[in-house]
């Protein structure tokens, strides 16, 4: 039987669901909801609704965006030649904070790891590779974590996109084996954006 009511055992079983986030968290996270005003509950759930209604991907770099075009995909002042390949939109924002990169982005939506069965069809590559064509692309810098699955996916996208001519750059060695870049810092992420090389 359950320790608490239904009602709030219910909600720490809907916050349990959430990555990071245990028993404990959730117990807090209810008490602290439990003393705010309704009008600041009723604010809260106005705003995670707008989140699903809202939020879309850009239909250029598959980023999370309210506009459409994004932001970055429609700014004249970017350089829309050079194309920045992330796995995921938090590795946009945390390589935005460097205010280093003036290019724009694709978010491929994952990274291929066949454990997990994520082959290439499941993620943005046909996109990316239509994209170049059309865009005629200078640069592709090849920005995935530099873990095992990151560093699978760049070399099968560097092999894959090699007949195409282009310049193709994998970030730096800033960022240790195994980091995610989306915890980074702002130096070492600029640092790794500034030492990227080729990939033959």
Do not use: W
């Amino acid at each position: 039987m359950s320790r608490f009511p239904e009602t709030i055992q219910n909600l720490i079983e809907e916050f349990n669901k959430l990555p990071g986030i245990g028993p404990k968290t959730s117990e807090r996270f209810i008490f602290y909801l439990l003393k705010q005003p309704t009008e600041e509950l009723d604010k809260l759930a106005e705003r995670i609704k707008h989140l699903k209604e809202k939020i879309t991907t850009c239909p250029i770099c598959y980023n999370l965006t309210d506009t459409t075009p994004c932001a970055i995909c429609s700014d004249s002042r970017r350089d829309q030649k050079t194309i920045c390949v992330v796995s995921e939109s938090p590795d946009v924002i945390a390589i935005e904070k460097t205010s280093k990169y003036q290019g724009v982005y694709h978010v491929l939506g994952g990274v291929i790891n066949q454990i997990e069965g994520i082959g290439p069809e499941q993620l943005k590559i046909k996109e990316l590779v239509n994209r170049i064509k059309k865009d005629r692309i200078k640069e592709i810098i090849l920005a995935t974590n530099p873990d095992l699955e990151g560093e699978s996916t760049a070399l099968y996208l560097a092999r894959l996109l090699k007949p195409t001519k282009i310049r193709i750059t994998r970030i730096g060695r800033g960022l240790p084996m195994g980091s995610n870049i989306e915890y980074a810092d702002e130096v070492t992420l600029a640092n790794a954006l500034a030492g990227r090389g080729e990939i033959n």
